[in-house]
């Protein structure tokens, strides 16, 4: 039907998947919905080249057959989690063996859902390079987001003091009760003469942005020397002006990445991250998947226009099977 609001979203028959080298074939149970997706049915963010047309990025379910040259540690059977650079909204979905994670004891499939798209998000920005020291301040911008909930968590389980921002009273009651020591709400206060507050007038050393637009003038003025700016997505614009002297009397870095268009390489890279060090802290409770709310995949319209509205606390997720 084209690209478009929600009314463009149909639910079609197609033929099942079939993995190719390297790749497991999943019977999906429940898929991630995230902000690119809403993107790519608008017509603003294409699947990469090869992968399927279909949204859906992470995906949770279980093995029912392993493609040539698979990873030997993956069986059919097997409950796993899965980052894809599509067709996560179907019943069966090809994933690379090497963006697979197991599925901690206890957890349902649409919590294991929550997390690929987060985890790796959250491991490749902050982590990999180390951008979050123990006694670091970070700043979170849009902390109930899914991938906001995930880096206050993560941040704090490595020893950093977390402020994150918000856009309601409910929203930072609950950024509050899952960590943070501040909760910014940006249409209510000064959120940049509170965080410099918060950091004792020292400023903050990493920041964590998915806004851009005027916002970076802002993270300037905010940041430590030394401190550190990654960007991940530019949800109120994607141009900004720079004065280089500030960056150069700060010694600030500036920096950002993608995940999407990624290797296959560089995503086991991360993934072999995610799971030495950050998958102990899921199993542990130290880092908890935080579901908003669960959609059928009839209702899915419904779950781009929860996400359209930015009332979602946490992530939303789609169940398939």
Known sequence: MGF????VLTIQEVEKPQPGEGEVLIR??????NRADLLQRQG????PAGASEILGMEIAGEIVVRGPGADAR????????????????AEYCAAHSACCLPIAEGMTLEEAASLPEAAYTVWANLFDPR?????????????????????????GAFGASVAATAGSAKKCRFL????????LN????????????WSGAKGVDVILDMVGGDYFAKHLKLLAKDGRLVHIATMSGNEVSLDLRTVIAKRLMITGSTLRPRSVGEKRRLRDGVEEHLW?????????????????????????ERMESSLHIGKIVLKVA
Request: glycine content about 16%; overall charge negative.
């Open 74 to 89: 993956w069986r059919a059977g097997d409950k796993v989690c899965a980052l894809v650079p599509g067709g996560g909204y």
């Open 280 to 304: 102990p802290l899921v199993r542990e409770g130290k880092i908890r998947p935080i579901v908003d709310q669960v959609f059928s995949m009839g209702d899915v319209a419904r779950a781009h």
């Open 28 to 33: 999906v149970a429940a898929a991630g919905v």
């Open 4 to 7: 478009g609001g929600t009314d």
């Open 176 to 183: 509050l009760e899952l960590g943070c020591q501040r909760a």
């Open 186 to 197: 940006y249409k209510e206060e000064d959120w940049v003469a509170d965080a410099l507050e």
């Open 131 to 155: 951008r979050v020291f123990p006694g670091d301040r970070f700043l979170m911008q849009g902390g109930t987001s899914g991938i906001g909930t995930f880096a206050i968590q993560a941040a």
């Open 44 to 47: 603003h963010y294409p699947p």
